[in-house]
């Protein structure tokens, strides 16, 4: 299906830029044959790009790649969780200036995120373990930093939601997106994103001790889970929709009617709702029109 070659062609995208050492990078595009002088630029190219410049910005460009594929198919009604219609009427902000404030973060993120890589360090994580387990080490730092910035976030999105201050200076701006999108999934106020990501990254990061090649999977495969909890579509097939019970449909129910008191949880379990009795379930059903809604199943109290 669609969904599973995006997620391969990503996946293969970010192998494909990690940083090679000079003799892989000229076996790969020249190879074990090559010229001198093409080692010696080969050598010069492989090591300008390091694990950390990476990680700070292989998460962008899957944020626009990723985005850019969704709204080929929010163009798709029989898929759109929201008319096209409502997405015009409901919003409160153009994707002019939706485009305008994601790129301005980006930025502000990317030079904090290099400022962090060499505060926290990590780059001997996982050095002393053998090449057998090293992937059962990268899966266990996976799940603990899963943990950690859904705890995060969970505590802090909601504290955003009940005080009133925050929420009308801060957070509000994000839910000037009624009906969400793809690129529009880190539309926030600055100091809110720093709170958010940025915070909550740096945390997950360094309690996890992953290094810094692990953190471009893991901050690449979160950038991309926050866009598909965003995109107000629902794909057949989708994998994070078979894997995460949070997704697209559970987080647009927090966009909509009840959304100020539940599914806060973000981006990936829905633990914290569950435990916290902030969780509302949905059911999705088939607008007449064409694509989907996903319906509360319960009442706020």
Known sequence: MYFEDTLSSLTHAL???????????????????????????????????????????????????????YMAFGSLDNYRLHSKRDEQEKNLVSKANVIKNVLFQQAVQAAL????????????????????????????????????????????????????????????RHHRLVVTYAFGAIYNHPLEAFIFDIIGGALSYSISGMSPRTSIYFFSFATMKSVDDHCGVWLPGNLFHIFFNNNSAYHDVHHHLYGGKYNFSQPFFVMWDRIMGTYMPYSLEKRAEGGFEARPVKRAN
């Not at 093409?38 to 950390?52: F, Q, T």
């Not at 780059?123 to 930093?145: C, L, P, W, Y």
Request: aromatic residues 16%; positive net charge; charged residues 10%.
């Open 113 to 172: 995120a290099i400022i962090l890589y060499k505060v926290i360090g990590n780059e001997d994580a996982g050095a002393s373990k053998s090449q057998s387990n090293s992937m059962t080490v990268m899966a266990r730092q996976f799940i603990v930093a899963m943990f950690v910035l859904d705890t995060w976030q969970y505590f802090m999105h909601r504290y955003f939601h009940h005080n009133k201050f925050l929420y009308r200076h801060l957070h509000s």
């Open 15 to 69: 192998f494909f830029f990690c940083p090679l050492s000079s003799s892989q990078f000229s076996q790969k595009f020249h190879g074990p044959s090559s010229s001198s002088s093409s080692s010696s630029c080969n050598r010069k190219m492989g090591l300008a790009i390091s694990d950390e410049l990476l990680g700070t910005f292989a998460p962008i460009v899957v944020y626009w790649v990723y985005s850019a594929m």
